[in-house]
């Protein structure tokens, strides 16, 4: 178990950590811990702190639109770039390594502007990220990206006690991972699924359940639900409702998980333990 620092004192850290950097892009999803390092590296570093998000179908619209705001509110530098993971065939496969493909189609999108700017591109990696199935960290090393967090000790639980202490309105926000993590490994991984799969989410989060993964498998006939363990007997109250919002999205089955919502679900396709979410 880590030793919990007090506010002040991981603060001050991570400041010093961010101020050593001459220029920085921050690769910025737009959740809670990219948002502290985007919104700690432009304190420290003014505009040689560029918060840069990547946009393709894998990106939930709703968080692309959050990213903008986030850094508009915080006068932070923003800019977007397209990535082509989609277009890459061992991403598209979807096997256990879909996430390095994907960090490597970041990193190719970023690569230029880190060139032209002389800057070093940082990740949102916390120290809790380690014990988790995280192919993209490899990719990471390989280009020389740096990690923060990682480099002060930061776990979610420090990201969020230290966004607190900013004001920051991401501290509470929920894991958001890619939409394609919704997809069974080893089914493809295409635009078209990714979209069934948000409009869906949408569908189960107006219904009442801000906290769901609708995970995908049987090639895309199959939508399985996730919610938080308490929220599984309101869910199947709904279940209805909840199917009419599945198979309007263009799924042909319904299905709600009765084991509710953990952290990287599909990882037990490859015998490895999932984990509630931070």
């Not at 060139?115 to 940082?122: K, N, V, Y």
Request: glycine share 8%.
């Amino acid at each position: 178990m880590r030793t919990q620092l007090p506010v002040d004192a991981l603060l001050a850290a991570l400041r010093g950590r961010l101020r050593s950097e001459q220029r920085l892009l921050v690769a910025f999803s737009g959740g809670v811990d990219s948002a502290l390092v985007a919104a700690v590296a432009a304190e420290q570093l003014g505009e040689r702190a560029v918060a840069v998000t990547a946009v393709s179908a894998s990106l939930p619209r709703a968080e692309r639109v959050a990213a903008k705001e986030f850094a508009r509110g915080r006068g932070i530098a923003h800019v977007e770039v397209d990535t082509d993971e989609l277009d890459r065939p061992e991403y598209v496969a979807n096997g256990a390594d879909r996430c390095f493909h994907c960090k490597t189609a970041l990193f190719d999108a970023l690569a230029p502007l880190a060139t032209l700017s002389g800057a070093r591109i940082a990740l949102g990696t916390n120290m809790d990220d380690l014990g988790d199935h995280r192919p993209g960290q490899r990719a990471a090393s390989q280009r020389g990206a740096i990690a923060p967090l990682l480099d002060v000790g930061f776990g979610k639980a420090e990201v969020r006690q230290v966004s607190v202490a900013l004001g920051l309105e991401t501290a509470e926000k929920p894991a958001a991972a890619c939409l394609s993590s919704r997809v069974a490994y080893g089914d493809p991984v295409t635009p078209e699924v990714l979209h069934r799969v948000e409009i869906a989410e949408v569908g189960v989060r107006e219904l009442g359940f801000p906290v769901c993964r609708v995970r995908v498998h049987a090639g895309g006939a199959v939508a399985r639900i996730e919610v938080p363990a308490d929220e599984v007997p309101r869910a199947a109250q709904l279940r209805g409702e909840l199917d009419a919002v599945v198979r309007s999205a263009g799924f042909d089955f319904c299905a709600l998980d009765l084991q509710g919502f953990a952290s990287g679900r599909m990882n037990v396709l490859l015998g490895m333990p999932t984990r509630s979410a931070p």
